[in-house]
């Protein structure tokens, strides 16, 4: 293995500022609408020169990643490698701080963090379309953290547009630390379409907040305290859960948070 620096990629956590469950397809998928944003916030992925690739997993998420052989910075790599050619193998170093089954595309963001670095170290052989392509195999919510940007989204979410520019905005993360898988919460959603996701994004909705609640009550509990911080403004889950987030123009204030909640600070991209 080289001793250079590795090479370093940030993979930042997703939130949806509002999602809108439309209809169950014949797939089994959902037709959504979205609207994707991204923080300052999220997991870092080193990669350095090997003789084949490799995974280790560090930070304070890393015990909650599940078998290495099959998570999708491997799998990013894999296919990224078998679609370009790219003849290199990697040493990948993935520090953890992103929560799973969260909410927030943490596995998503590494794929994509994975892809957009391998792209880099290629010399750019593909474009940002081409990337969200493969990304799209790999997850519906990797095409947009391959952007990182905030963008619209429809379909399963993976077909995307630009979004309002909100950086610098802050916002407020806090999960109380249970697992919402997102199949069960789908599966729980009672079918009814309440309507179009339009360009107040504000006045929209999270269609999951509903069934992730019925599986995992404690949500609720994190939207009331939310609500009740000082300078909070709109208050939502993200995804299917259990994470929740405030936004504000200003920065947020908060009492201490239930013993094992975890809070995050930070500011949209």
Not at 26 to 40: K, M, N, Q, V
Not at 167 to 177: D, E, I, T
Not at 239 to 252: D, P, Q, V
Request: aromatic share 6%; charged share 20%; proline share 8%.
């Amino acid at each position: 293995m080289s001793d250079a620096a590795p090479a370093v990629e940030h993979a930042p956590a997703k939130i949806n500022l509002a999602l809108h469950v439309r209809a169950r397809m014949p797939d089994g998928y959902h037709a959504l609408e979205t609207l994707f944003a991204f923080t300052d916030f999220g997991d870092r992925l080193e990669a350095r020169d090997a003789e084949d690739w490799s995974l280790a997993v560090v930070g304070p998420m890393a015990a909650d990643t599940g078998p290495l052989d099959d998570n999708l910075v491997l799998r990013a790599a894999r296919v990224f490698a078998s679609a370009t050619g790219y003849p290199a193998r990697h040493a990948f170093r993935l520090e953890k701080h992103i929560p799973t089954a969260a909410g927030l595309g943490g596995g998503s963001a590494d794929a994509a963090a994975t892809l957009r670095l391998l792209n880099r170290l290629a010399g750019h052989p593909l474009d940002m379309a081409a990337l969200e392509a493969i990304g799209a195999g790999l997850g519906a919510d990797v095409p947009a953290c391959v952007r990182s940007v905030t963008s619209w989204g429809q379909g399963r979410g993976e077909e995307l547009r630009p979004g309002p520019d909100l950086s610098g905005m802050a916002v407020l993360l806090v999960n109380p630390r249970v697992a919402v898988p997102t199949g069960p919460v789908f599966r729980a959603w009672d079918g009814i379409d309440r309507g179009p996701l339009r360009q107040d994004w504000q006045a929209g909705r999270n269609d999951l907040e509903a069934p992730a609640i019925s599986l995992q009550p404690v949500i609720a509990d994190v939207l009331g305290w939310l609500r009740a911080c000082p300078g909070a403004g709109l208050v939502r889950m993200s995804g299917s859960g259990a994470t929740c987030f405030a936004l504000s123009a200003k920065a947020i204030t908060h009492p201490d948070a239930p013993p094992g909640w975890w809070v995050m600070p930070s500011r949209l991209r």
